[in-house]
């Protein structure tokens, strides 16, 4: 029993630390104009040079996520605006991205955007989204952020902590974020999928899809 939780403190340090390499590998990115993003840096400690091979990887995966992303948001584009369907995204281990920001410069950021991860990880992205005036500003300025909580609970954004090898716990988050069932949405889980079993992928998204 004391292997096994040793193990599970290990996995989840080793999967953490990956949300700080990702960041600076993006920043990496950033630098050598692969793709824009003006919001990365605040979130890297020790910027890195990263090799052509790997910015080109992140540039790909970058790329492929915004159009399918893009594609779910201006999926009634044509429509009138009255015609027009209010839209959520749900993101599982969200670790340091920035996504949400970006939609906001750009003029498509849902009607809801939930982030999703370990409390480690929320709590730091929580006090850096305070910190950072250029952060805060796109959550609103009635957002209720706690460090210690690692939860930022905004009007159309939510940072929220939770584990999500435990359903019960996911369950209870998922509601707390308000995510409206009666209201069409996205997932995103690019980074999160190699933390787990195929059998704890299964459960993460059936608790997630009993929304619909």
Not at 62 to 72: G, T
Not at 109 to 129: C, N, R
Not at 141 to 168: F, N
Request: aromatic share 10%; net charge positive; proline share 3%.
């Amino acid at each position: 029993m004391a292997n096994n939780a040793m193990d599970s403190r290990s996995n989840t340090a080793a999967v953490q630390a990956t949300n700080d390499d990702a960041s600076a590998s993006k920043l990496s990115c950033v630098k050598k104009g692969y793709m824009k993003d003006d919001y990365v840096h605040f979130f890297v400690r020790r910027p890195v040079r990263r090799s052509p091979i790997i910015n080109r990887g992140y540039f790909a995966r970058f790329a492929a996520l915004r159009k399918l992303l893009f594609q779910f948001l201006n999926s009634d584009a044509n429509l009138e605006e009255h015609q027009r369907t209010k839209k959520q995204v749900l993101s599982l281990g969200a670790g340091f991205d920035t996504t949400y920001f970006q939609l906001q410069d750009d003029g498509k950021a849902p009607d809801l955007y939930v982030e999703l991860d370990f409390k480690e990880v929320t709590s730091k992205k929580a006090a850096l989204i305070e910190i950072h005036g250029q952060l805060g500003e796109k959550i609103g300025a009635t957002a209720l952020i706690s460090r210690e909580k690692g939860e930022v609970l905004g009007d159309h954004y939510k940072l929220l902590p939770v584990d999500l090898r435990d359903i019960q716990k996911l369950d209870d988050v998922i509601a707390l974020a308000n995510l409206d069932p009666r209201v069409r949405f996205n997932i995103l889980g690019s980074r999160f999928k190699p933390r787990y079993s195929r059998v704890g992928c299964k459960n993460i998204f059936n608790s997630c899809f009993c929304l619909i």
